[in-house]
C-alpha cells in the first residue's frame, strides 16, 4: 500500500511562487515514475510534471520554465516548485505514483497512474 499526502498548497497572486511537497509512504516506494496532476473547476484532471526513478523530467508546455519537480530519496518527498503563478493555474494539485516503468510519451497520463494524493489546492489571484 502506497500513501502520499500532499502540502503546501495556499493563495498567492499572480506572480508569486508556491512549493508543493507530497510525501510518500509504503512498501512499494521508491516508485518508477512520480508526478504532480492537477485539476481545475469543470476540467479533466491533466498531467503537469512527472519524474523517473533516474530523475528525468517531464512537463506539461504550460508550465515549461516556470515548474521544476524534484525528488528527495532520503526524505521519500516529492516537490513541485511553482513559479511565475498565473491566475490559470488555479486548481487541486495531486501528485501520484506509478510502481510500473512509464515510457517518455506516456508520464503525464492520468490513466498511467495507481496511487493518488488528496490534492491540495492552489489558487492565484490576479
Known amino acids: 500500500q502506497v500513501q502520499l499526502v500532499e502540502s503546501g498548497g495556499g493563495s498567492v497572486q499572480a506572480g508569486g511562487s508556491l512549493r508543493l511537497s507530497c510525501a510518500a509512504y509504503?512498501?512499494?516506494?521508491?516508485?518508477?515514475?512520480m508526478g504532480w496532476f492537477r485539476q481545475a473547476p469543470g476540467k479533466e484532471r491533466e498531467g503537469v510534471a512527472a519524474?523517473?526513478?533516474?530523475?528525468?523530467?517531464t512537463y506539461a508546455d504550460s508550465v515549461k520554465g516556470r515548474f521544476t519537480i524534484s525528488h528527495d530519496n532520503a526524505k521519500n518527498t516529492l516537490y513541485l516548485q511553482m513559479n511565475s503563478l498565473r491566475p490559470e493555474d488555479t486548481a487541486i494539485y495531486y501528485c501520484a505514483a506509478s510502481t510500473a516503468w512509464l515510457i517518455s510519451g506516456t508520464r503525464l497520463s492520468v490513466q498511467r497512474y495507481k496511487h493518488w494524493g488528496q490534492g491540495t489546492q492552489v489558487t492565484v489571484s490576479s
Open positions: 519524474i523517473d526513478i533516474i530523475g528525468t523530467t
Open positions: 509504503g512498501d512499494t516506494y521508491p516508485s518508477s515514475c
